[in-house]
């Protein structure tokens, strides 16, 4: 594509020259400076600019303004002032006739202008020498802000200030305002997207079947047009419009980025079938057919659904790439432990990490109770066990003496070998980092591969289900399954919203489910004082709670405790030897208590919607009827009290994930580690979302026809950002 090798150069010299520029001061004052010295200020200016991931030209052209000031007007002073107090800011020019440093009631420079028609105070609370000399009496000044009344009359707080000469011409454009850092001024980012913009040549990358094809009732603009608008519009254009994204210009720039987003995850997906992975044929009378004889249960429809799809997957010589989501307690475990006996049956090892410990040793126990009995040895691998335990853990599954292997990240340590896995399964892998991911992925084994680029089937679970925005932009690479069904003889959860001034009543609620024979957990969101928050912690709720309630045995348990004491106590609950596990977010998944019937949530206002979500689903896995009661400390934020109606109405996660996603947005509600936001700077799923579409279409036909397209558009679009996509 032409024009693509100086978009791709790395930030050259040029660059960073222009944006130095309006830091030299006059013309001949350089005279004289060694060459090393420019060469430091370039570096310098550079290494700012990298600092905002501006490393290319093309970086600069498409780091676009996020909001615009009007400079193309001037107002008299007298009428300024009589407009005053609309919320709009106003740019007048006056001669300064006063200039001076006061010291009442704070040390400030207040300095006075006037026109024709009247007076105008600026107040300046933090101001440099310089400033003072700039500002001088029998100056002229053009000053924009916003005007409001002072002690003294009509003034500016802190203006934008620019002398001038009389008559000086005004802008024909918008001054673009652009998204910046510390040691990096607008003046600065101006001068360098400016030169960036009129040397880097923005050639087509949809080709014109693209443009007349699949794109041809959005009408699209040019690109280079676009850009051009957006970094400097007319004040023609619609502010409104180019304030909220809705203007044409935009359009066109979220659409290339959706493309380029789509190009890639498609990209990512074909590779991945071009890799090798083990077939795993399901054997009629293996363990896969002996484990499902020895439940105690019938699978549920949906199980059945997904356990076939993840088989089917795992028949197949590429690597299977599916994400398992399900609401919390619809049974996801059970279909990973199937997946991983139709692993072990075809002679392959398989392992499953979890983010936390609890979660893992949750997993490890239930597990190894179902398939040891059948002759299966699972290992346990943690980072709270002993040196001497650890090594002979990683000895057993170097060795594949290890037929499933289960842990938290010291799964990924560069010390545990598997002697030959076919099957990596992570839980609630929303909490691991890409690099986590690919990692467990990356331990394919060392004996029995029969190619370098062989690895392991994986299997992704989720219980916070992925609405559909979401599930077409930043998992398009992925198979999905989904188990929207929740087992026979789970009782609904009925979710009350309490304020913390009734803490005695919920006491009492307590000491009456416990005297049924119930057991209740009860969750605070910090551990220890936090003076800037001054929440309830868990330590001093349980110490509340002991005095309050003698005759019960009440637990605490949090991230801080020594892993012995954290599993004696969740021993002792699990047991019903304790009836009441005051806990912080360590228990939010995997901790399975059926006779849990009560959840009290401490200051519900603090958590998130999943959160709160996966909290409550703690209980209700029995048959009793279970409550969840959210705790709040009013007056509540608008955020906060949506989160928690949404709560009270209702307990689909599915219903809870896409207004949470209306809440949050998806880079908050995904995180950064697991969307790799930077990918999508510009396009708002909320609102864009019936652009995606468009997208895959265009992205299949360039695929498949213009691959030349395909290069050039990615790495405008994406630079190095596409290993945010790889897992």
């Not at 790799?676 to 700077?681: D, F, S, T």
Request: glycine residues 8%; contains cysteine.
């Amino acid at each position: 594509m032409p024009g693509t090798a100086t978009e791709t150069t790395d930030l050259s010299a040029d660059a960073a020259k222009d944006a130095a520029a309006p830091a030299r001061g006059k013309a001949g004052e350089g005279k004289g400076k060694s060459a090393s010295s420019n060469s430091s200020a370039t570096s310098s200016a550079a290494a700012r600019l990298a600092k905002l991931g501006l490393r290319r030209p093309v970086d600069l052209v498409l780091h676009l303004p996020m909001r615009y000031e009007d400079e193309t007007t001037l107002a008299p002073i007298a009428d300024a002032i009589r407009r005053a107090g609309l919320g709009q800011p106003a740019q007048v020019e006056g001669e300064v006739i006063s200039n001076e440093v006061t010291f009442r009631p704070r040390r400030q420079l207040v300095v006075k202008i006037a026109d024709a028609s009247g007076e105008l105070t600026l107040r300046f609370l933090n101001f440099y020498g310089s400033q003072t000399k700039q500002m001088a009496e029998g100056v002229r000044l053009r000053v924009r802000g916003e005007i409001r009344g002072g002690f003294f009359g009509a003034e500016m707080v802190h203006p934008t200030v620019r002398p001038v000469v009389e008559g000086e011409a005004l802008p024909d454009r918008l001054t673009p305002v652009y998204p910046a850092t510390a040691g990096i001024s607008q003046a600065y980012l101006r001068k360098a997207i400016g030169g960036a913009l009129s040397r880097t040549p923005m050639p087509e990358t949809l080709p014109r079947p693209v443009l007349q094809g699949p794109l041809a009732r959005l009408q699209l603009r040019p690109l280079a047009d676009c850009l051009r608008l957006l970094h400097a519009p007319p004040p023609e254009e619609s502010e409104a419009a180019l304030a909220d994204r809705t203007h044409p210009a935009w359009q066109r720039i979220k659409f290339d980025e959706l493309l380029a987003q789509q190009i890639s995850l498609r990209r990512a997906h074909a590779a991945r079938r071009e890799k090798t992975a083990p077939t795993m044929p399901r054997r009629e009378a293996g363990l896969l057919t002996r484990f499902l004889a020895a439940l105690p249960f019938r699978l549920t429809g949906a199980q059945e659904r997904v356990v076939a799809e993840i088989a089917a997957d795992m028949t197949r010589p590429h690597p299977m790439h599916r994400l398992l989501q399900g609401d919390v307690g619809s049974g996801k475990t059970i279909v990973a432990a199937l997946a991983a006996c139709q692993a072990i049956d075809a002679g392959y090892q398989a392992a499953l990490m979890a983010p936390t410990e609890i979660l893992a040793e949750q997993h490890f126990r239930k597990l190894s109770a179902w398939l040891e009995p059948l002759g299966v040895p699972v290992v346990w691998l943690a980072g709270s066990l002993k040196a001497r335990e650890k090594r002979e853990a990683a000895a057993r599954v170097e060795s594949g003496e290890a037929q499933l292997v289960i842990g938290t990240h010291a799964l990924i340590q560069d010390t545990v070998r598997f002697a030959k896995l076919g099957l990596s399964v992570v839980d609630e892998q929303h909490r691991f980092g890409v690099a986590q991911r690919l990692a467990l992925r990356g331990k394919a084994g060392a004996t029995d591969v029969p190619a370098p680029d062989t690895v392991p089937h994986q299997l992704m679970m989720s219980a916070t289900p992925i609405p559909r925005t979401l599930a077409m932009t930043y998992y398009a690479d992925l198979d999905v399954s989904v188990i929207d069904e929740l087992p026979p003889g789970r009782t609904p959860i009925v979710t009350r919203l309490v304020n913390d001034e009734r803490r005695d009543e919920v006491i009492a609620r307590i000491h009456h489910a416990a005297a049924e024979g119930r057991q209740v957990y009860w969750v605070c969101p910090l551990i220890e004082e936090s003076e800037a928050l001054q929440l309830q912690t868990a330590v001093e709720t349980y110490e509340t709670l002991v005095a309050a309630l003698p005759d019960l045995r009440v637990g605490l348990v949090h991230g801080r405790l020594p892993p012995a004491e954290k599993a004696s106590v969740m021993d002792d609950f699990s047991a019903n030897r304790m009836q009441v596990l005051v806990a912080t977010t360590v228990i939010e998944v995997g901790v399975d208590v059926p006779n849990a019937s009560l959840m009290v949530i401490e200051h519900a206002e603090r958590f998130g919607l999943a959160q709160l979500h996966q909290l409550r689903g703690r209980v209700g896995r029995g048959s009793a009827e279970s409550v969840c009661l959210l705790m709040y400390q009013a007056p509540l934020s608008p955020t906060a009290r949506e989160r928690l109606a949404t709560m009270r109405e209702t307990t689909d996660g599915f219903e809870i994930a896409r207004r949470d996603l209306e809440i949050r947005g998806p880079g908050e509600f995904l995180g950064a580690r697991q969307s790799g936001e930077a990918m999508l700077r510009f396009a708002d799923l909320q609102t864009d979302a019936w652009l995606v579409e468009y997208a895959q279409e265009a992205a299949e036909l360039m695929l498949a026809q213009f691959p030349e397209a395909v290069e050039a558009h990615l790495s405008r679009w994406l630079g190095g950002r596409e290993h945010y996509l790889k897992a």
